[in-house]
């Protein structure tokens, strides 16, 4: 195992496992339906595309890309890099999220998004950090409720690094306390 990681938290093996069982739940909440799927750039695209080859049922993709980090720590504005191509009125989003901390981004979006007149917004989650929650969020779909580590592998990352790793790993903290 590389030496920036103390050990895995999840592995490839439980990670696509726990997918499929959040794309049978969700096959089941949406039978008849068709959703719009949105990933959040970049740290859901491995998650993102797992969870949405699992499904059976229709359902249409889109993306967004946003920010609300500067220097590794949090700013409090939330900047949209990359909106919705189309409109979302009527339809049933799910937001794919590659992990809930904070949750102020993700309550940001959600408004936004519900302003934006759909049926529902929901969201799913590979990862919940619950006990780092400043506003009042709960994900509707969540993979795996997790202790507060820095966690990299399968999208997520350190200043771009480590996102193409299969499993989930806690980071050593010489790597980002230096």
Do not use: W
Request: with cysteine; glycine share 4%.
């Amino acid at each position: 195992m590389k030496t920036d990681f103390e050990r895995i938290l999840i592995s490839k093996e439980e990670i696509q496992s726990r997918v499929k069982e959040l794309a049978q739940q969700l096959d089941h909440d949406y039978a008849g339906k068709k959703p719009l799927f949105i990933c959040i750039l970049k740290g859901s695209i491995m998650f993102y595309t797992d969870l949405l080859r699992a499904l059976t049922i229709d359902c249409a993709m889109d993306f967004m890309s946003i920010s609300s980090y500067r220097n590794q720590t949090t700013s409090g504005e939330v900047k949209i890099i990359k909106d919705l191509d189309d409109p979302i009125v009527g339809k049933d989003v799910i937001i794919v999220e590659d992990i809930v901390d904070s949750g102020k981004t993700l309550s940001y979006l959600k408004r936004l998004l519900a302003s934006r007149s759909p049926n529902s917004v929901k969201i799913v989650t590979m990862l919940d950090k619950p006990e780092r929650r400043v506003v009042e969020l709960q994900p509707d779909y969540t993979g795996f409720v997790i202790e507060d580590e820095f966690v990299v592998g399968y999208g997520l990352d350190y200043a771009q690094d480590y996102r193409h790793y299969p499993d989930i790993y806690i980071l050593s903290r010489s790597v980002y306390e230096k």
